[in-house]
């Protein structure tokens, strides 16, 4: 049993996705063809992998942002289409590598690509898809676009690098983990929305907003993706309650209550995540812990306050049904039950 955190104001707000979805769905059937186009091969494992996880019911937030941001700051042409995709293979490509690093048997409720086809193949079908990434980067012909996204690319391998240091380690600071999570989750969000005013000329203030939009939501979208762990359900999840405790991750709850814990309770997250020795009455143990010192809600309460970041950052946009939906989908983020 998790631990119970009240989300307030989800209902109202639970069709944000829903709703931003209908607002860029003639161009997200494009993203979706030109995915389709662009995954082909002639080696057959790869789309069939590739297809396994794209095609796995994820709700394709970050290639909307794209679109979002790209109607958003009035842009006419098609290369946010290219633009989007490459995001969306940017994500799978990250995932299909995460699963590996993390030895992760579920993703959104089904079999991780490498427990059906292996590690190797996981890992080099993310690699195709970072080439095929970077191949619809440079035909946009926007070099601010493909610097953007490269670097992105780059952050986001040093957060998993980042994170694979600082695995297991009990000592793992708050900053040094929002440090990690910054670079792992939200450089694609905040690339993802940048890239939607560059290719609309609008490289200045409306990038530098957007860029804080999407940075401040993918934290607060990875620090309530730490919470749920603990107090969301299995179904809705797509994975165990508990998972990353069970394998040895070290994310905001537990630093918290780390820090805030006695001798004896730092002891017990030394064993059980340090030293890897897990027993069964562990996990309700580990749940207690977290309630004691508020852990899961002061995790929530920090994502609230990036989420008010990234609200402030819509600010200097015009009101309008795009800029509503973004708005809404901060809300939907922090205050998601799954």
């Given amino acids: 049993m998790g631990i119970v955190v009240p989300l307030e104001g989800e209902r109202g707000k639970q069709n944000a996705v829903a709703t931003l ?8 059937e494009n993203v979706n063809d030109f995915i389709r186009a662009r995954m082909a091969s002639d080696v057959p494992m ?24 790209a109607q958003l700051c009035a842009y006419q042409g098609a290369d946010h289409i290219k633009l989007a995709a490459t995001v969306e293979f940017m994500h799978t490509a990250t995932l299909l590598h995460d699963d590996v690093v993390d030895e992760s048997d579920l993703r959104r409720g089904r079999k991780t690509a490498r427990l059906l086809w292996g590690n190797q193949a996981s890992v080099l079908v993310g690699d195709f898809l970072l080439g095929r990434a970077f191949k619809l980067m440079v035909e946009t012909g926007s070099l601010r676009a493909l610097d953007i996204l490269s670097n992105a690319a780059a952050v986001i391998a040093e957060g ?17 983990y929002l440090k990690v999570i910054a670079a792992k989750t939200a450089a694609l969000f905040a690339a993802a929305a940048e890239i939607g005013a560059v290719i609309s000329g609008k490289d ?43 394998e040895g991750k070290i994310t905001l709850p537990i630093v918290l209550a780390y820090r805030r814990g006695d001798e004896e309770e730092r002891a017990f997250w030394q064993r059980c995540l340090q030293e890897g020795d897990q027993r069964e009455e562990d996990l309700p143990h580990a749940l207690h812990l977290l ?25 200097i946009f015009p009101d309008g049904n795009i800029k509503q939906a973004l708005s809404d989908l901060i809300d939907f983020c922090i205050e998601r039950a799954h």
């Fill in 204 to 246: 200045g203030a409306e990038a530098a907003a957007l860029e804080s939009y999407g940075r401040n939501l993918g934290i607060a979208f990875q620090l309530i993706d730490d919470a749920l762990d603990y107090s969301g359900e299995k179904d809705k999840l797509g994975k165990n309650v508990g998972d990353d405790f069970r």
């Fill in 291 to 315: 309630a004691k010192h508020r852990a899961i809600e002061d995790t929530v309460k920090r994502a609230r306050h990036y989420g008010e970041m990234a609200q402030d950052a819509l600010g």
């Fill in 21 to 28: 979805q209908a607002l860029v769905a003639e161009d997200m």
């Fill in 160 to 176: 998993e690098v980042m994170q694979l240091a600082a695995a297991k380690n009990t000592a793992t600071t708050e900053d040094a």
């Fill in 46 to 69: 790869i789309p069939e992998l590739a297809s396994h996880l794209i095609n796995s019911g994820g709700k394709r937030l970050r290639p909307m942002l794209t679109l979002a941001s």
